[in-house]
């Protein structure tokens, strides 16, 4: 049985803004039944405002609940604000959501993103849409890869959580690890890499810092079961804590300068020291 | 307490009040091993030929053709291994694509590995084409593995019909009767059937003991090595206290064989007739004739499986889903699938499984609260346009 958090739970029992709206000003529609899940969303806006938000969900226990929690996010939110709005930030308004259950928030997000381009007015183009990958699920290769990047998915059973891509047949697999392969390959291909300027102010620099360690290095570490995490910073010593394998991993410290170290000076200033947190 | 009415039956049962009775003193007061040279432990060895014999009985089989096992997959693995294994030049097995995955993706494993795999189809109703066995069977065809009755939907196989067609040609015939046992009147002396496994927990024994049948003359290669044990077929320490209580509980299955046949029959179709008549767009899976009297399989459209059950959890029912997302896979049930079973329907279906220790009051109860569930999430639907077309299609 799945763990769902107190939050799921309490959202998938007691859903709120159930219904639809009437003369809605957006409406934003995805999944199937074939897929096992849908979810219809639509919007009521004034002045560039979400005032209303309301959901009709075919799906289990968290794909109601991450629609019913969605619901909640966008009201009052403008649409500038609602379309910043991610899965990840679908799943921590839940308390979380079990792995395998991740493709709900994802969904979420992607009806959020449907509505927000039917109020703009806008088709998704084709070549936006990209090509499927995933026959059994209909997923593209663009949503992959962004699923991937937000979420510094490294494995195929992770997309598979995330997205349902290669789910069904299994028969992508192969074109899955090739996009992850080229995801994580080149860390040019995350962002292009545009060095910051040399005056930071603080708030900027630990954004910046934490950013690359999400970005840039957890992924790299985490393909080999570890992982780190950002303690302090002091001045310019930034220290961090290994996780996971890397805990026990003899060549750690190898780790901590060769790839933490140089990642942050590359990515953020050539000043930082990294140390870890504790010793 | 909180409610609870328990009808998940074919996933596991309760342990039967003397079947633990029977095993408790195991543990602490004899606990010795069957092999020691000392009175002790080898006084033991005459209980598991006790439980031996009353397994056998069950099974209308002689005591010397029964080992002890850990579970129904360990019965299962055991038989299609050790089948292959004696016969190392046939590289053909036949199965069915509604199996439990105990054979199922064992076989799956054994065609990435070499061996050839044709799974028979099913039809709507999930009845195989006894044209379609027959004309499968190759030369090299080492072994036919068909369940006895399906564990999601409860339809029975033709075993002995198919057996018949498998033994013509001097097949082994491997039966996956884990549902079978207890629920249906089985006798192996007068069987087509080669080899049979059975589960303890799904006939109110506990978790981690099984039996596999092996008929006199049949060839066979121990799966598990490392032992004299079960006359040199399954080796490792017997677990005595679990035999003793598969023993009891194959007892006590003899004796309440025909209880299953009506009264447990009587509550499954008064709960079937109930739900199938108060829900709309409410369907049956499976056979309705050829079917366990203890299971019944009921989609109801446009609706989640998941969802349905953890409704059903709040108000103390036990059910199961073929459901994709109760599985923690991404597409439902393989059996509705090899059956047709459109997804509108296959994610919206739910196993209700009954046993000895249900009442009628409880089957009322479950009555009562599947419409309300079910109107709940149809209100939630995005496909309450097409739910009411369909509804009224079936009016007119």
Redesign the interface.
Known sequence: MWEYSKKV?DH??H?RN?GEIENADAIG?IGN??C?????LYLKLKDGRIVDAKF??????S??AAASALTEMVIGKTIEDASRITNQDIANYLDGLPE??MHCSVMGMEALEAAIANYRGVKIKPTEEGTIICK??GVTDNIIKRVILSNHLTTIEQV?HYT?AG??CKSCHPEIQKILDEVWAKGELVTPKVKPPKKMTNIRKIQLIQETIDREIRPVLMLDGGDVELVDIEDNTVYVSFRGSCTECPSSKVTLKSTVESKLKEFVSEDLVVEEAGL | MKKLVYVDNNATTRVADEVLEEMLPYFTEHYGNPSSMHTFGGKLYRKIDEARAKVADLLGADHSEIIFTSCGTESDNAAVRGTLEAYPNKRHIITTRVEHPAVLSLCQYLARTGYEVTELHVDNNGLLDLEELRSSIRQDTALVSIMYANNETGVIFPIEEIGEIVKEKGITFHCDAVQAVGKLPLDMSKSTIDMLSLSGHKLHAPKGVGALYIKKGVKFKPFILGGHHENNRRAGTENVPYIVALGKACELAKKYLAEEQTRVRKLRDKLENEILFRVPNARLNGHKTFRLPNTTNISFEYVEGEAILLLLDEVGICASSGSACTSGSLEPSHVLRAMGVPFTAAHGSIRFSMSRYNTEEEMDYIAEHIPPVIRRLKEISPYAAEIEKLELARKG
């Open positions: 739970m998938f029992l859903p159930v529609e039944i074939a096992g899940d849908a979810l219809r009709k969900t075919f799906g289990c226990g794909a109601i395998a259950k059994c699920f598979t349902k789910g069904g």
